[in-house]
Each structure stands twice: as structure tokens, then as C-alpha cells.
């Protein structure tokens, strides 16, 4: 069925070109759908050298990841746009019309938004600058090519001892630093004994680095703890909802901080529109990212499909 749309308008419109984007878009240009990716350039796995635990592309660069799924969507039709998405709004007609950051507006009867989200780091000298290289955050993502290394794991404010007990299962040697956080539970300490983890108290005000290299982690009162690789949660993570919000969908509460609500296919409280990828949650790695934004475009084309026999049934016109 060919259903007439405007120049400025497209059947569905992707926020966020991250991996759950360029997936929803893949699904979506195979699917025959005039789609458009507004991306702003953005990744969260930017600061990251190499990505693991994909599979057939374990140890690929997040830059050439995206760079392999950009050409693949444009090989079926899908624009691409740098840019960022600034305003939304419903259209009047069922649809929504989006205002980019350059003032031009487009349309869209479909939305899929997938930009992610920003990881609030402690405030601690030197984390930044090392994040995705020597102060990591997820031993699923990194554990392998730093196993048995001397860890450091800075304690989480809600969580102080979670972290440490993971990681110790890809290193004999960790030590857990309170930093600000209060003292584990009678059971965290515990387990971090059985873990073998030793606990070093004390505010960390920043590293010790020799020839770009982490060696050791300070603390305030003068010691330095030697370490060459550092985990660190995000104190809190913030989705980029920005659009989510405008458009009024439901978000809820986690101890990670705020995220939309979706169902099993990503489809918000919003009718048309659907989310996916980090935007939703905190733990949607890339594999997981693909697969939710793989389920929202199937979900999105299927919905356009029926809903477009139906008003065709119903002698009403389409698009």
C-alpha cells in the first residue's frame, strides 16, 4: 500500500542513531518505510576504545560499529541527519511534528526515540578524564581484558557494596573505597570477606597516573592506594527524555534515576510512539540496544499496516 506523505513528512522518524536507532531504522527501511534518523552525534560507549560480548563484532570500535549500521540504512532508503530534535509535538492528525535544533521542523507518524543517556560521574579529580579507559563501569563490558589486574572500586552512595562483589569474580585483588558512602551492612561485609575484598575508608580526591597510566588511587587523609584499574558506578544516570517529555509519556521512578515506561515491545503511553536502547533503562548494552530497537520497528511497521487496511476498510482516507 503507497500512502501519500507530505515532502516534509516521513512514516516514522528515529531519534538518536545509537546502536536500538540504526537498528529500528534498518528494520524500518526493509520494511519499505520513508524513514529519517535525526542523530546527534552523542554515544554513550564514545569514551570507550573497543566494545565486547557482541557477537561476531567482539572487540569492534563503537566508531566503526555505527559507522558499518549508517551505511547499511542508507543502503535501504533511510536519511540520516545530524542534528538534534529540540521540540515535539502531536500533529492534531494522529501523527507529530518534530522542530530540530537549526529551526526546521519535520514530520513524522511514527516515532521511535533512542537517545540514550548520560552518566553523572562522581565528582572526583581525574575520573572524567580516565572514564572508558582505566575507570571503567561494567565488568561485562571490560572484566575480560583486565582480569586479575589490581582493582579499585569506588563505593556507590546506595549501593557501596555491589560493585566490588561482582568484580571480584574477574580479579583476586580488589579493594573497595567508601569514598563518601556509609559503611556496608553487617551481611555486604560479609560477603565482601568471602570475596576476599578489602575495604580501604576515606574520601578518594583523585589518582595517581605515571606515562598516562593509572597506578594508584588517592585518599584524603595522604595514603595512596596502588591500583591500575578503577570501576566506578554512575552516581545517578540521565536519560535523554527531552522528547519523551514533551510529549507527556509516563516515566517511573528506579534507583538508577528516571526512565520511561515501555512494554515488552517498547511502545510508550504515547499512541505512535515507542522507545528503546538506554533511554528505557540503565543495563540495555548494544546487543540488547538492537534487539529492543529491532522489536519497537517491527511493533511501529505492524501497527501502521493493520491501521492502514483498517481506515481503508472503513472508506476513510489514508496517510
Known amino acids: 500500500m503507497n500512502v501519500h506523505l507530505e515532502n516534509d513528512t516521513y512514516e516514522a522518524v528515529v531519534v538518536g542513531g545509537g546502536a536500538a536507532g540504526l537498528s529500528a531504522a534498518l528494520v524500518l527501511g526493509r520494511s519499505r518505510r520513508r524513514t529519517l534518523v535525526v542523530d546527534a552525534g552523542e554515544p554513550r560507549n564514545a569514551p570507550t576504545a573497543h566494545m565486547q560480548g557482541v557477537l561476531s563484532r567482539d572487540g569492534m570500535s563503537p566508531a566503526d560499529y555505527l559507522a558499518a549500521g549508517r551505511a547499511e540504512i542508507v543502503a535501504y532508503g533511510v536519511e540520516l541527519r545530524s542534528g538534534e530534535v529540540t521540540g515535539a509535538a502531536p500533529d492534531g492528525n494522529g501523527g ?19 537517545t ?11 575520573l572524567a578524564d580516565r572514564w572508558g ?23 556507590h552512595p546506595t549501593m557501596p557494596a555491589h560493585q566490588a562483589l561482582m568484580v571480584a569474580h574477574w580479579s583476586k585483588d580488589v579493594t573497595l573505597f567508601l569514598h563518601t558512602s556509609a559503611e556496608p551492612s553487617e551481611h555486604e561485609a560479609a560477603l565482601l570477606d568471602a570475596a576476599g575484598v578489602r575495604i580501604a575508608r576515606g574520601e578518594v580526591t583523585g589518582f595517581a597516573v605515571e606515562d ?11 595514603r595512596t592506594v596502588a591500583r591500575s584499574v578503577v570501576f566506578a558506578a554512575a552516581t545517578r544516570l540521565a536519560a535523554r527524555d527531552g522528547v519523551l517529555r514533551q510529549l507527556g ?17 517498547g511502545r510508550t503511553s504515547v499512541p505512535g510512539v515507542w522507545a528503546a536502547g538506554n533511554v528505557t533503562g540503565p543495563q540495555e548494552q548494544v546487543v540488547n540496544a538492537v534487539s529492543r530497537g529491532y522489536r519497537a520497528a517491527a511493533a511501529l511497521n505492524s501497527e501502521l499496516v493493520f491501521g492502514d487496511l483498517e481506515e481503508r476498510v472503513a472508506g476513510r482516507p489514508v496517510g
Open 212 to 222: 598516562d597510566r593509572l597506578t594508584g588511587v588517592r585518599i584524603a587523609d595522604g
Open 96 to 114: 507529530f511534528v518534530l522542530t530540530l535544533a537549526d529551526g526546521e521542523t519535520v514530520g513524522a507518524r511514527r516515532l521511535v526515540v533512542t
Open 116 to 126: 540514550g543517556l548520560v552518566d553523572e560521574l562522581p565528582v572526583i579529580d581525574g
Open 133 to 155: 579507559r582505566d575507570v571503567l563501569h561494567c565488568p561485562y563490558c571490560h572484566g575480560w581484558e583486565v582480569r586479575d589486574e589490581a582493582f579499585g572500586v569506588i563505593a
Open 249 to 265: 509519556a509516563e516515566l517511573r521512578e528506579t534507583p538508577f534515576g528516571e526512565f520511561v515506561v515501555v512494554d515488552e515491545v
